[in-house]
């Protein structure tokens, strides 16, 4: 049974990653406002709706801490640092701000919770500081640019530990709120430039909502299992030790390192059960986020920090937020939305012309065509040129494709496929030790580098990923097995225009060729129809879970330029997304069961083509 219009999903669970958007209608409906809609949601992808727990923290610190509450908000960061940057970010976008509008207020730990006796080690506990940016609420809009690109805002566990922190009279505020000693430079802002004019406009791609205390839903069920969990294995406080050794087995998974089922002491005491993805990689070359967008959004940073500053290329139709990051900071960014190997001979001959690059930014395959870039061309472009390579795998993954060697860092969201469970956020970047960059970015991610990984959240992650390696091969099989069917000349081909999966595209090859032995390809595919009328029916029909997000245990699916592309979608459809693309994440459920489901959605649409 699908979960009712603005449930989270999975259903009960009270940090859903995603949330029910069960028909065609209710997404429009949610990217156009409509009250019938909005009125229902409880929650949503974190990045772009502000979970109840944040609200309820964000209120509470603007009654104690804010003299204006009526006509201020404010924004919430794990550290001085991200507020810092925040602010910055503020009096870029908005020059005309006087310096004592946007201010940042840090709430730190009581003395007697951080003075812990360290002869007992085993009895440390997590604690938290919390960093507020107060701004005018008419800047709203500026606020949500932060939240959404940059992916470093509190998680809603988080918030959860800081409310009941600050009401116990744990969190104080340290000192007064910090302004600004001088009104901030937009040098650093940069043009925006693409490569064509065909720029997108800066609208919603998933509508940011904030609810009510009143609509926030009553998560009974999964708010036990995860009190219960916390409590049961880890004692009635968050053991910093814990923390460190699930953050220790979360990048043994993704060095390829741990790959048994195993609790979590058990797999840390094994010696190494795979074989690392390069030669040489350590645990020490991986850095964990609070989300994947934050990786990204970080190792741009890095990259900015340790290397002249310079323009970036985004190669291929990306996560829009990407994008969105490389045009609004730094110097600006050179966009081929269509990823091909007719824009890498333009781009090598800007590069004999004497045009020089910060980074190629590329997802493999790409969100949503599934398009697989040619690495093995972008590399040798990239030694000629001296520019950085930086790969999203979070659509491939690191069991399907070897992409670590073509990279000088790979970044993912851990949110998706790894956890599996959509009760989680989380982010990784990957440095490749054979990087000719390696040491200056080493250096800059040792120096700059900061963990704001929550400790609930990395414990939760580190449970869910344990049988990563199985899920992820039955959900390539299941994944082959439907878009056989979507693909197959016969019976559906007057419906079914065009099928999106890694196996079928013309860039098979460049997949292939960076496709581990036993790799497959992966558990997302799109899909588009002669008719849009057909893909409403086919996606109405399709008896899944509806909601963004992707990579999850469960088949989801979702009209993915209605809801990522809405305010732009003549801009999509010029790179071949579509406005009536239909996403499809697959799951674990039993192969046939899936099958029939397809089978029935697409014997739908010909219903309706038959009585034209």
């Keep these: 049974m699908l979960a009712t219009l603005g449930q989270p999903i999975p259903a009960n669970t009270a940090h859903a990653v995603s949330v029910s958007l069960p028909s065609w209608k209710s997404t429009v409906g949610y990217e156009e406002g409509e009250d019938w809609v909005l009125s229902k949601m409880k929650t949503g992808y974190p990045r772009f709706f502000v979970h109840h727990d944040i609200q309820k923290l964000e209120k509470e610190i603007l009654r104690l801490f804010s003299p204006a509450p009526e006509t201020e908000k404010v924004i919430l960061f794990p550290s001085h640092r991200i507020a810092q940057r925040c602010q910055e970010f503020f009096f870029h976008t908005v020059p005309s701000l006087a310096v004592d509008q946007v201010r940042i207020l840090d709430l730190i730990p009581a003395p007697h919770q951080s003075n812990m006796d360290l002869g007992d080690i085993g009895s440390l506990t997590v604690t938290s500081s919390l960093s507020c940016v107060f701004y005018p609420a008419a800047h709203a809009a500026v606020s949500k640019q932060v939240w959404q690109h940059s992916g470093d805002g509190v998680s809603s566990r988080r918030a959860e530990y800081c409310f009941k922190a600050l009401q116990e009279g744990l969190l104080h505020a340290n000192g007064k709120p910090v302004r600004p000693t001088i009104q901030c430079s937009r040098s650093g802002k940069g043009p925006r430039r693409y490569q064509k004019e065909v720029l997108p406009p800066d609208t919603n791609s998933h509508r940011q909502m904030d609810t009510t205390e009143d609509q926030a839903i009553d998560m009974g069920a999964d708010s036990k299992e995860h009190a219960q969990y916390i409590e049961e294995r880890f004692g009635r406080n968050l053991n910093a030790i814990q923390a460190s050794k699930a953050k220790l087995a979360i990048k043994r998974r993704i060095a390829g390192t741990l790959t048994e089922d195993q609790d979590l002491d058990l797999a840390l005491e094994t010696p190494d059960q795979g074989t690392r993805r390069v030669k040489g990689l350590t645990e020490d070359d991986i850095y964990l986020f609070p989300s994947g967008m934050s990786a990204i959004f970080n190792t741009h940073r890095m990259l900015l920090a340790s290397h002249e500053p310079r323009k970036s290329i985004c190669f291929g139709f990306p996560y829009i937020d990407t994008l969105k990051i490389l045009q609004k900071w730094g110097p600006g960014c050179l966009f081929y939305g269509n990823g091909l190997d007719s ?106 580098y900061e963990d704001n990984y929550w400790a609930e959240d990395a414990l939760f992650m580190e449970r869910n990923s344990r049988d990563f390696l199985s899920r992820i091969e039955r959900i390539n099989a299941n994944a082959e097995a439907v878009t056989q069917i979507l693909a197959a000349p016969a019976p559906h081909a007057n419906a079914v225009k065009q099928v999106y999966y890694p196996k079928l595209n013309p860039s098979r090859c460049y997949y292939d060729a960076c496709r581990n032995p036993n790799g497959g390809y992966g558990g997302l595919f799109s899909v588009t129809f002669h008719r849009a009328e057909d893909a409403v029916k086919f996606f109405d029909t399709l008896d899944v879970a509806k909601g963004p997000s992707l ?62």
């Design 551 to 612: 990579g999850t245990n469960f088949t989801l699916s979702c009209p993915y330029t209605i809801l990522a592309h809405y305010g732009e979608l003549e801009w999509a459809a010029s790179f071949g997304v579509e406005a009536d693309l239909v996403r499809v994440s697959v799951g674990l459920e039993d192969r046939g069961e899936l099958e029939a489901k397809v089978r029935r959605a697409l014997e739908a649409v010909e219903a309706v083509e038959n009585k034209i």
């Design 343 to 448: 824009d890498l001979d333009d781009l090598e001959t800007r590069l004999q012309n004497g045009a020089r690059y910060l980074a190629l930014f590329t997802e493999f395959p790409s969100n949503p065509l599934l398009r697989s870039p040619n690495l093995h061309r972008i590399r040798a472009l990239a030694d000629k040129y001296s520019f950085a390579v930086i790969v999203d795998e979070s659509v491939g993954n690191f069991i399907n494709v070897q992409v670590l060697s073509h990279a000088d860092v790979v970044v993912s969201s851990l949110t998706k496929i790894f956890s599996g469970d959509s009760n989680v956020m989380g982010g990784s970047a990957v440095l490749n030790p054979h990087s000719p960059r390696y040491q200056s970015l080493k250096q800059a991610f040792d120096s700059e």
